[in-house]
């Protein structure tokens, strides 16, 4: 019973089903683990979730930012971009039920003893707090207040962790850790303008997985939402955004068995650029 990882579908439906007959994939043998940032960018966000709803049970879906931007517009917390692409679900006739089991979805997941986020995980957490404030949030946006939370989500502050922070304060910079996080500095402050790869970090920041000290460092972690990040080519670090709404690939890996020493096998199929970077 194989379980895949696959990195940042953004739409892309069409790529997703190319990917799905490439690994043979039977909803009755296999599992699906998507990293997050299901929609939004490519040109089909509703056959996407429609197609990993009907999976229910052999696909595991994480939030990403781009998920919990479609949460927050649908609601009216935010107003949706121009570069938004995810019209056709919230004109859809099944959107409710749509929407409803998006906010479900978790923010963090372990599987095999990877951990799973959509972006990163801040150096001061380890990986059991990583899924303990992962719930946290979960169980917000999944209860009758997340109207509520959606209106508070928003925000760059606090920049850092501190195991003082309560309520709202405290749930932000966990979905910001976990849905928009790619350089921190050695004190967990977050940086959010710089988009580019782990080379050109900003003075005094690093690319948050190679934090001295990150107490995560001994447990593997799967993340997406980094597709400018270049290659990374270490056993205990799976980057699998491989920018397909951009024209890249979307990629899946192939967990070994549990027993297993091997690393993980990587299958990619090509996709058509829906978006140019930029924009």
Same mark, same amino acid.
């Given at each position: 019973?194989?379980?895949?990882?696959?990195? *940042?579908? @953004?739409?892309?439906?069409?790529?997703?089903?190319?990917?799905?007959? /490439?690994?043979? !994939?039977?909803?009755?043998?296999?599992?699906?683990?998507?990293?997050?940032?299901?929609?939004?960018? #490519?040109?089909?966000?509703?056959?996407?979730?429609?197609?990993?709803?009907? $999976?229910?049970?052999?696909?595991?879906?994480?939030?990403?930012?781009? *998920?919990?931007?479609?949460?927050?517009?649908?609601?009216? +917390?935010?107003?949706?971009?121009?570069?938004?692409?995810?019209?056709?679900? &919230? =004109?859809?006739?099944?959107?409710?039920?749509? &929407?409803?089991? $998006?906010? @479900?979805? %978790?923010?963090?997941?372990?599987? =095999?003893?990877?951990?799973?986020?959509?972006?990163?995980? $801040?150096?001061?957490?380890?990986?059991? @707090?990583?899924?303990?404030?992962?719930?946290?949030?979960? @169980?917000?946006?999944?209860? %009758?207040? !997340?109207?509520?939370?959606?209106?508070?989500?928003?925000?760059?502050?606090?920049?850092?962790?501190?195991?003082?922070? =309560?309520?709202?304060?405290?749930?932000? +910079?966990?979905?910001?850790?976990?849905?928009?996080?790619?350089?921190?500095?050695? *004190?967990?402050?977050?940086?959010?303008?710089?988009?580019?790869?782990?080379?050109?970090? %900003?003075?005094?920041? &690093?690319?948050? !997985?190679?934090?001295? #000290?990150?107490?995560?460092?001994?447990?593997?972690?799967?993340?997406?939402?980094?597709?400018?990040?270049?290659? $990374? /080519?270490?056993?205990? &670090?799976?980057?699998?955004?491989?920018?397909?709404?951009?024209?890249?690939?979307?990629?899946?890996?192939?967990? %070994?068995?549990?027993?297993?020493t091997h690393t993980p096998q990587i299958i990619k199929v090509q996709c058509p650029q829906e978006q140019k970077p930029g924009r």
């Amino acid at each position: 019973m194989p379980n895949y990882l696959i990195g *940042d579908v @953004q739409g892309c439906d069409a790529a997703l089903q190319r990917l799905l007959h /490439k690994i043979d !994939f039977s909803p009755s043998r296999d599992t699906l683990y998507l990293l997050g940032d299901l929609v939004n960018r #490519g040109p089909a966000s509703l056959a996407v979730l429609r197609r990993l709803r009907a $999976l229910e049970g052999a696909a595991h879906c994480l939030l990403g930012n781009h *998920d919990l931007h479609l949460l927050a517009v649908a609601h009216g +917390v935010r107003r949706a971009s121009r570069h938004d692409s995810f019209g056709d679900v &919230l =004109q859809a006739s099944d959107a409710l039920a749509l &929407l409803h089991w $998006l906010r @479900q979805r %978790p923010l963090a997941l372990q599987v =095999q003893g990877w951990l799973l986020v959509h972006a990163g995980v $801040l150096p001061q957490w380890t990986a059991a @707090q990583t899924l303990a404030l992962a719930a946290e949030v979960a @169980q917000q946006l999944a209860g %009758p207040e !997340f109207g509520h939370f959606l209106q508070h989500m928003y925000g760059d502050q606090p920049e850092r962790w501190s195991e003082g922070l =309560q309520g709202t304060e405290r749930w932000r +910079v966990v979905v910001n850790a976990l849905t928009r996080l790619r350089f921190c500095r050695a *004190d967990g402050s977050m940086e959010f303008a710089s988009k580019d790869s782990s080379a050109a970090a %900003p003075a005094g920041y &690093l690319p948050w !997985f190679e934090v001295p #000290g990150r107490l995560t460092a001994g447990t593997p972690i799967a993340f997406g939402h980094w597709s400018t990040l270049g290659p $990374l /080519k270490r056993p205990d &670090l799976l980057a699998l955004d491989t920018g397909c709404v951009w024209g890249g690939c979307l990629s899946a890996a192939r967990l %070994p068995a549990a027993a297993s020493t091997h690393t993980p096998q990587i299958i990619k199929v090509q996709c058509p650029q829906e978006q140019k970077p930029g924009r």
